[in-house]
């Protein structure tokens, strides 16, 4: 028994922990160590056959503490982990080895190895399998069933398994060890097996640890334990028993900056070297649907989508800071509106000038919902509401009048020449704004033939760099959330069920551009707009 290493105390709920009576104990630390350099082998790559050296990551952040924390009656304390890494950082065979010494060490143990479909499960099995295959010491004394993926410890009547979140069952386990591989690939649909798995250690006290490379779905699982790992990290959270760490370039940091990314990989120069993240970053930094995938894989960051449609370097180059909305005030414009009951609602100002579609966006949601989706997902509405980039309406449904105020401040600040909307939920409002203020706004369906040359149409402007912005957060925000289809004709409409997150004040602009196509100001010829 010794105090807590000064290094070892990483978070609030680490001093918490002491404050109860925690202390550090790295014998058994030490143990698990010696057990996988001494009998665990690599698997491949170009040192497949080699006996294992603990990476220092591995060992510092995650085998050590693991171990070493004791509670104040010396049962082990960290019983629960988050651990989130870009990939080529050892994850799935670090899991592996770990299983192995959980299997060897403790009587009568249920080992589980968990990850989300046969496939993946497959590819954790292939590396305990090797590591028995290797070492002469564990082939004698480990049985392995190939076609049930179960590794079996007789001496100790433990037993070892390998399931995917698609077969696992819901219930029936009591796990001494459980160890789930890419949490992130969990869909919402096996919800279940994750619940069902996460209590099935609480029994025996034993290990619950997931280990994962971010994905692109923010409303998942995994992204909710993320968050989880990253509030106790942040010491928003206090949970003693919880392991959480996360490597990965942060979302405040701009990632374009190679500089920026490596005190961020843990295994730099290890298992993966600069020079392979250099030559990918030339590869994908212009192809937008690579690009999300290096910042998932590669750089651990989450992202809106890995079906990106229009290229971030493509919306920046669009954006003008200098731009102010007074500026325009009396010139003529078109007001589209992408309409809401309880979550985002929008209206997008377009106005013609010169060669240019100048862009100003505003947008609403009632303040109970923006609460909820902000604790889920981690979107900053809070924080865009204080720098006045969305208002807050009260309770949990849309307040109309609200937009009504908007779109009639609108009309004084602009000559609108037409007003376009979805019209969803807001029929009431449309028809007080004609008979009240003659404001007569066309409705529009989100179809295909009703919007997919308005929505092409915004795809070449932006490479055209004919769409300014201000560089407005939300918006933004949405045209990253984009994912798209198109049909025959060369038409492109917005995918519900692929884009991930909001894209509403991307849908107001793409209405508005759609009437300013029907009833042009201007028309088009050739690199400019004439007037007519």
Sequence with gaps: MSCVPQDQIRTKSDQVAIDEGAFWDDSEAQKVKAFIERFCFLPDGERAGTRVKLIPWVWQELILPLYSWRRKDGKRLKTRGSIWTPKKQTKSSTLSFLSLYELMSVEGAEVYLVSSTVESASHIFKYAKSAIEQSPELAKVLHVQPHTRTITYKKKRSVLKVLSGERTGKQGHNASAL????????????????????????????????????????????????????????????????????????????YRNTDNWWQHIPSLGITVTKDYYLTEWQRVKDNPRELAAFRTLLLGQWVESLETWIPDSAWQACCDQNLKESDYYGKPAYLGLDTARTSLAATCIL??????????????????????DENKTRTPWRQWSQMGFVTLTDGDVMCPQTIKNSIIEDSKKFQIHSYSSDCYNFEDSRQDLLNTHGIDIVQIGGTMMAIGDATATFERYVMQKKIVHDGHPILSWNVANAVVKSDQRDRILINRDLSTGRYDGLSALINALNRSIAEPIYQYDGMDFISI
Excluded at 190 to 204: F, I, K, L, N, P
């Design 351 to 372: 106005i013609p000038d010169g060669d240019r579609l100048v862009v100003f966006p505003r947008f609403f949601m009632p303040k109970e919902t923006a609460d909820k």
């Design 179 to 254: 160890f789930f591989d890419e949490l992130a690939d969990l869909t919402e649909a096996q919800r279940d097996v994750w619940e069902g798995m996460y209590h099935s250690t609480m029994a025996r006290h034993g290990i619950h640890l997931s280990i994962s490379t971010p994905q692109a779905n923010r409303k998942s699982i995994g992204f909710e334990e993320y968050c989880r790992a990253k509030d106790v990290v942040d010491g928003k959270k206090i949970e003693t028993n919880y392991l959480p760490i996360c490597h990965g370039v942060p979302e405040n940091v701009d």
